[in-house]
Protein backbone atom coordinates (compact mmCIF):
# COMPACT_ATOMS: atom_id res chain seq x y z
CA UNK A 1 0.00 0.00 0.00
CA UNK A 2 1.19 3.66 -0.68
CA UNK A 3 0.50 7.22 -0.53
CA UNK A 4 -2.90 8.26 -1.47
CA UNK A 5 -4.25 11.99 -2.48
CA UNK A 6 -7.97 11.85 -1.95
CA UNK A 7 -10.39 14.31 -4.28
CA UNK A 8 -13.70 15.46 -3.28
CA UNK A 9 -16.16 17.33 -6.01
CA UNK A 10 -18.63 18.77 -3.95
CA UNK A 11 -21.24 20.39 -6.41
CA UNK A 12 -24.39 22.64 -6.31
CA UNK A 13 -27.30 20.45 -7.25
CA UNK A 14 -30.06 23.10 -6.64
CA UNK A 15 -33.04 23.97 -8.71
CA UNK A 16 -31.16 26.92 -10.63
CA UNK A 17 -28.30 24.24 -11.60
CA UNK A 18 -31.34 22.74 -14.19
CA UNK A 19 -30.92 22.56 -18.12
CA UNK A 20 -27.57 23.32 -19.18
CA UNK A 21 -25.50 23.85 -15.97
CA UNK A 22 -26.02 20.36 -14.65
CA UNK A 23 -25.91 18.91 -18.15
CA UNK A 24 -22.74 20.09 -18.41
CA UNK A 25 -21.05 18.62 -15.46
CA UNK A 26 -23.02 15.28 -16.48
CA UNK A 27 -21.31 15.23 -20.06
CA UNK A 28 -18.10 15.97 -18.14
CA UNK A 29 -18.07 13.53 -15.76
CA UNK A 30 -17.76 9.89 -17.61
CA UNK A 31 -14.59 12.17 -19.34
CA UNK A 32 -12.80 12.77 -15.51
CA UNK A 33 -13.38 8.68 -15.23
CA UNK A 34 -12.20 8.04 -18.53
CA UNK A 35 -9.42 9.69 -17.62
CA UNK A 36 -8.11 8.84 -14.37
CA UNK A 37 -9.82 5.40 -14.82
CA UNK A 38 -6.98 4.37 -18.08
CA UNK A 39 -4.05 6.23 -16.11
CA UNK A 40 -2.60 3.21 -13.91
CA UNK A 41 0.06 5.41 -11.88
CA UNK A 42 -3.00 8.23 -11.40
CA UNK A 43 -5.53 5.71 -10.01
CA UNK A 44 -2.87 4.29 -8.12
CA UNK A 45 -2.01 7.70 -6.21
CA UNK A 46 -5.64 9.18 -5.97
CA UNK A 47 -9.07 8.69 -4.70
CA UNK A 48 -12.27 10.15 -6.17
CA UNK A 49 -15.49 11.20 -4.47
CA UNK A 50 -18.57 12.90 -5.47
CA UNK A 51 -21.33 14.31 -3.16
CA UNK A 52 -24.02 16.65 -4.51
CA UNK A 53 -26.15 18.97 -2.26
CA UNK A 54 -28.95 21.15 -2.46
CA UNK A 55 -31.54 21.12 0.25
CA UNK A 56 -29.64 18.06 1.78
CA UNK A 57 -26.62 16.35 0.52
CA UNK A 58 -25.68 12.97 -0.04
CA UNK A 59 -22.25 10.83 -1.56
CA UNK A 60 -23.55 9.96 -4.79
CA UNK A 61 -19.97 8.17 -5.30
CA UNK A 62 -18.45 6.74 -2.24
CA UNK A 63 -14.37 7.65 -2.17
CA UNK A 64 -12.94 5.13 -4.75
CA UNK A 65 -10.23 4.52 -7.12
CA UNK A 66 -11.75 5.33 -10.32
CA UNK A 67 -10.31 2.59 -12.10
CA UNK A 68 -12.31 0.47 -10.00
CA UNK A 69 -15.72 1.79 -10.89
CA UNK A 70 -17.79 1.58 -14.17
CA UNK A 71 -19.41 5.22 -13.92
CA UNK A 72 -19.30 8.17 -12.32
CA UNK A 73 -23.23 8.83 -11.36
CA UNK A 74 -24.97 11.43 -12.90
CA UNK A 75 -26.17 14.89 -10.95
CA UNK A 76 -29.51 15.76 -10.66
CA UNK A 77 -31.24 19.42 -10.49
CA UNK A 78 -33.71 20.04 -7.82
CA UNK A 79 -34.47 21.96 -3.95
CA UNK A 80 -32.73 24.88 -2.79
CA UNK A 81 -28.95 25.43 -1.49
CA UNK A 82 -27.83 24.17 1.97
CA UNK A 83 -24.27 24.89 3.00
CA UNK A 84 -24.20 23.45 5.92
CA UNK A 85 -25.61 20.01 4.98
CA UNK A 86 -22.69 19.82 2.36
CA UNK A 87 -20.07 20.95 4.54
CA UNK A 88 -21.20 18.58 7.92
CA UNK A 89 -21.49 15.63 5.35
CA UNK A 90 -18.19 16.08 3.77
CA UNK A 91 -16.74 16.68 7.26
CA UNK A 92 -18.37 13.06 8.45
CA UNK A 93 -17.32 11.17 4.88
CA UNK A 94 -13.57 12.49 5.18
CA UNK A 95 -13.49 11.18 9.04
CA UNK A 96 -15.00 7.93 7.89
CA UNK A 97 -12.66 8.07 4.44
CA UNK A 98 -9.56 8.19 5.73
CA UNK A 99 -9.77 6.33 9.10
CA UNK A 100 -10.73 3.15 6.43
CA UNK A 101 -7.62 4.46 3.69
CA UNK A 102 -5.48 3.94 7.18
CA UNK A 103 -6.89 0.49 8.32
CA UNK A 104 -6.47 -0.35 4.79
CA UNK A 105 -2.49 0.21 4.83
CA UNK A 106 -2.37 3.69 3.09
CA UNK A 107 -0.67 7.24 4.30
CA UNK A 108 -3.03 9.52 3.69
CA UNK A 109 -2.74 13.04 2.36
CA UNK A 110 -4.53 16.15 3.26
CA UNK A 111 -7.94 15.81 1.15
CA UNK A 112 -8.36 18.24 -1.40
CA UNK A 113 -12.16 19.64 -2.38
CA UNK A 114 -13.64 21.24 -5.42
CA UNK A 115 -17.00 23.24 -4.31
CA UNK A 116 -18.99 24.78 -7.00
CA UNK A 117 -21.86 26.42 -6.62
CA UNK A 118 -24.42 28.67 -8.71
CA UNK A 119 -26.08 30.82 -5.99
CA UNK A 120 -26.63 32.08 -2.27
CA UNK A 121 -27.02 29.38 0.34
CA UNK A 122 -30.55 29.57 1.93
CA UNK A 123 -28.88 29.06 5.34
CA UNK A 124 -26.59 30.07 7.90
CA UNK A 125 -23.84 27.42 6.69
CA UNK A 126 -20.48 29.25 8.95
CA UNK A 127 -21.14 26.59 12.20
CA UNK A 128 -20.40 23.46 9.41
CA UNK A 129 -17.37 25.28 7.51
CA UNK A 130 -15.58 25.96 11.18
CA UNK A 131 -15.76 22.91 12.05
CA UNK A 132 -14.21 21.00 9.00
CA UNK A 133 -12.01 23.59 8.14
CA UNK A 134 -10.80 24.06 11.83
CA UNK A 135 -7.17 24.00 12.81
CA UNK A 136 -7.32 21.48 15.18
CA UNK A 137 -8.95 18.98 12.40
CA UNK A 138 -6.14 16.97 11.55
CA UNK A 139 -8.00 15.69 8.26
CA UNK A 140 -9.49 19.24 7.73
CA UNK A 141 -9.39 19.36 3.31
CA UNK A 142 -7.56 22.12 0.91
CA UNK A 143 -10.93 23.50 -0.72
CA UNK A 144 -10.92 25.29 -4.24
CA UNK A 145 -14.57 26.99 -4.71
CA UNK A 146 -15.85 27.86 -7.51
CA UNK A 147 -19.03 30.36 -8.37
CA UNK A 148 -21.15 30.96 -11.04
CA UNK A 149 -24.28 32.27 -11.79
CA UNK A 150 -25.47 34.09 -8.97
CA UNK A 151 -23.54 32.87 -6.45
CA UNK A 152 -21.70 36.00 -4.94
CA UNK A 153 -17.92 36.22 -4.82
CA UNK A 154 -17.91 37.08 -1.21
CA UNK A 155 -19.34 34.32 -0.42
CA UNK A 156 -16.84 31.63 -2.96
CA UNK A 157 -13.83 33.31 -1.39
CA UNK A 158 -14.87 32.37 1.82
CA UNK A 159 -15.75 28.89 1.34
CA UNK A 160 -12.24 28.52 0.22
CA UNK A 161 -9.05 27.72 2.42
CA UNK A 162 -6.08 27.92 -1.01
CA UNK A 163 -7.86 29.17 -4.20
CA UNK A 164 -11.67 30.75 -5.29
CA UNK A 165 -12.90 31.20 -9.19
CA UNK A 166 -15.74 33.79 -9.90
CA UNK A 167 -17.26 33.36 -13.50
CA UNK A 168 -16.07 36.17 -15.42
CA UNK A 169 -19.03 36.12 -17.62
CA UNK A 170 -16.91 35.57 -20.70
CA UNK A 171 -18.53 32.00 -21.18
CA UNK A 172 -22.09 30.80 -21.32
CA UNK A 173 -22.96 28.70 -18.21
CA UNK A 174 -22.18 25.01 -19.88
CA UNK A 175 -18.95 26.66 -21.25
CA UNK A 176 -17.45 27.74 -17.79
CA UNK A 177 -18.72 24.38 -16.00
CA UNK A 178 -17.03 22.05 -19.14
CA UNK A 179 -13.61 24.34 -18.34
CA UNK A 180 -14.20 23.94 -14.47
CA UNK A 181 -14.34 20.03 -15.24
CA UNK A 182 -11.09 20.05 -17.27
CA UNK A 183 -9.49 22.05 -14.20
CA UNK A 184 -10.55 19.49 -11.65
CA UNK A 185 -9.41 16.31 -14.22
CA UNK A 186 -6.02 18.20 -14.98
CA UNK A 187 -5.78 18.62 -11.14
CA UNK A 188 -6.25 14.76 -10.48
CA UNK A 189 -3.69 14.06 -13.16
CA UNK A 190 -0.83 16.31 -12.68
CA UNK A 191 -1.21 15.65 -8.81
CA UNK A 192 -1.13 11.83 -9.51
CA UNK A 193 1.67 11.87 -11.55
CA UNK A 194 3.63 14.31 -9.41
CA UNK A 195 3.54 12.24 -6.73
CA UNK A 196 4.23 9.38 -8.77
CA UNK A 197 8.02 10.99 -9.19
CA UNK A 198 7.81 13.28 -6.15
CA UNK A 199 11.82 13.04 -4.50
CA UNK A 200 10.31 12.33 -0.62
CA UNK A 201 7.89 9.93 -1.40
CA UNK A 202 5.43 12.17 -0.54
CA UNK A 203 2.02 13.39 -2.40
CA UNK A 204 1.44 16.53 -4.37
CA UNK A 205 -1.61 18.62 -5.19
CA UNK A 206 -1.41 20.50 -8.49
CA UNK A 207 -3.85 23.09 -8.07
CA UNK A 208 -5.22 25.22 -11.25
CA UNK A 209 -3.19 28.28 -11.38
CA UNK A 210 -6.06 30.02 -13.66
CA UNK A 211 -9.19 28.28 -15.60
CA UNK A 212 -10.69 29.77 -18.38
CA UNK A 213 -13.74 32.09 -17.88
CA UNK A 214 -13.32 32.26 -14.27
CA UNK A 215 -11.43 35.23 -12.41
CA UNK A 216 -8.96 33.58 -9.70
CA UNK A 217 -9.95 35.71 -5.93
CA UNK A 218 -7.89 35.64 -2.75
CA UNK A 219 -9.38 33.30 -0.87
CA UNK A 220 -10.98 34.57 2.63
CA UNK A 221 -11.88 33.93 6.16
CA UNK A 222 -15.05 33.66 7.10
Known amino acids: MGQVLPFYLVCDESSSMSGEPVQAI ?20 TRFALIGFNHHAQVLLALTDLSTVPSVPA ?20 VKDIDQLKADGHQVYRPAVFFLSDGQPNDDWTAAYRRVTAPEFAQRPNILAFGFGTADAT ?17 GPAEALREFAQSLIRSIVNSGNQSAVSANGGATLVMPDNVPGFTTLNADVV
Open 26 to 45: NNSLPKLHAEIASNPVVADK
Open 75 to 94: LNASGGTDYSSAFDLLYDTI
Open 155 to 171: TIQQVATVKAFMSDGTL
